[in-house]
């Protein structure tokens, strides 16, 4: 599996935009990006993922540079609820069963 | 609507002991997986079902592991005598289709202690 690598910690304030880095330069044509997030004491949560072009959804946005070595997930508005450990996942389209491979994740604390 | 469950929540095991954990699955997820999360880490994949097919189990670490789905919906992780370096959290989750991108959903876990 093509690995990725992320920040172990950022630190946002409350109401402010979040940019959430994660590089993955030996991705492959065939990987999708993937973004989950783990609550406290909670399974981890899927949010959302893309492939070449930026993707938006209702929880957060997902900007992929061009060459695809490197993606930025995007919280507009942080909120305390958005506190967890937030992990970057390649995978590849065709990889039979389609297990997650996480990584240890970025931890996001927000301040109010 | 309903999402994933597992049961128990807490389980504290004295070393030597066998575990049963079971998961309950999202009603017509094809696919169900079993993680295990030890503190501070992200989560390592251990099995992996198709219905009630054990298509990889390649992430087990030993033969003291076990899991099952017989009928294609509720699963059961069987620990056969724990050891302290079985504690740790177990997630189960679940997706819809059996294709290579469908979302997981997890359940809470079971967080296993082992004496």
């Known amino acids: ?112 | 609507g309903a999402g994933v469950s597992q049961s128990p929540r807490y389980k504290v095991a004295k070393r030597g002991q066998d575990v049963a954990l079971r998961c309950d699955p999202i009603s017509g997820h094809v696919s169900l997986f079993w993680y295990q999360q030890a503190l501070g880490q992200g989560p390592e994949f251990l099995t992996y079902f198709q219905n009630e097919a054990q298509l990889d189990k390649s992430g087990l670490p030993s033969d003291r592991f076990f899991a099952e789905r017989p009928e294609g919906s509720v699963s059961t992780l069987k620990i056969q005598r724990t050891q302290q370096e079985d504690s740790a959290v177990y997630l189960c989750a679940s997706s819809l289709v059996s294709g290579r991108l469908g979302e997981q959903f997890f359940g809470p876990g079971t967080r296993l202690t082992v004496l």
Not at chain 1, 3 to 14: D, H, I, L, R
Not at chain 1, 44 to 73: C, F, Q, W
Not at chain 1, 98 to 112: D, E, M, P, Y
Request: glycine share 6%; proline share 4%.
């Open chain 1, 1 to 112: 599996d093509a690995k990725t690598t992320q920040p172990n910690s950022m630190e946002s304030n409350e109401e402010e935009p979040v940019h959430l880095p994660c590089n993955h330069s030996t991705i492959s044509g065939t990987d999708y990006i993937h973004w989950y997030r783990q609550l406290p004491s909670q399974g981890p949560e899927y949010v959302i993922h893309g492939l070449t072009s930026n993707v938006n959804n209702r929880m957060a946005s997902l900007a992929i540079a061009e060459d695809r070595k490197s993606s930025t997930l995007i919280l507009h508005r942080a909120t305390l609820r958005d506190a967890a450990v937030y992990y970057c996942i390649l995978r590849d389209v065709g990889e039979y069963g389609n297990k997650l491979v996480f990584g240890a994740g970025t931890i996001l604390r927000v301040k109010s």
